[in-house]
C-alpha cells in the first residue's frame, strides 16, 4: 500500500480526539467560551471515515482494540523510548520499513520521528 500507515493513524487518532471533544458538552462549552467554533463534527467523521478507507482492515483493528484501552494509541518513540509507558524500544524497531511497531510493553502503535 502507498500510504503511509502510521501517519494515517497519527491522524486517524487526531480525528478521533476532535470528535471526542466536539461530542462532549463540558468540553464543547469550554472550548466555545474560548471561542472556538463546533459546528464541522460532520465534515470530521467524512474525513475520518475516507482516513479508515486507506488503512489496512489488520491496523485499524488493532488501532480499535488498542483505542479502548488507552487515550492516545499511536504514540512517538522519542530517544529509544516509547512515550506512551516510557519502556525503551528495541533499536531493530528503527530499520522495520512499511510496517507499525507495537510496543512491546503498553501495546500502543509506534511511529518514529
Request: glycine fraction near 6%.
Amino acid at each position: 500500500m502507498s500510504d503511509d500507515q502510521s501517519k494515517l493513524l497519527v491522524a486517524l487518532q487526531d480525528l478521533d480526539q476532535m470528535i471526542r471533544e466536539a461530542e462532549d458538552k463540558d468540553k464543547a462549552a469550554e472550548l466555545k467560551d474560548l471561542g472556538f467554533a463546533l459546528d464541522g463534527v460532520e465534515e470530521l467523521r467524512k474525513a475520518r471515515e475516507k482516513i479508515t478507507e486507506r488503512i489496512t482492515p489488520q491496523l485499524l483493528n488493532r488501532y480499535q482494540r488498542v483505542a479502548t484501552s488507552y487515550g492516545r494509541t499511536v504514540v512517538p518513540v522519542v530517544g529509544e523510548l516509547c512515550t506512551g509507558c516510557f519502556a525503551k524500544v528495541p533499536s531493530s524497531f528503527r530499520y522495520e520499513k512499511d510496517t507499525v511497531t507495537t510496543c512491546e510493553n503498553c501495546g500502543r502503535m509506534l511511529y518514529f520521528t
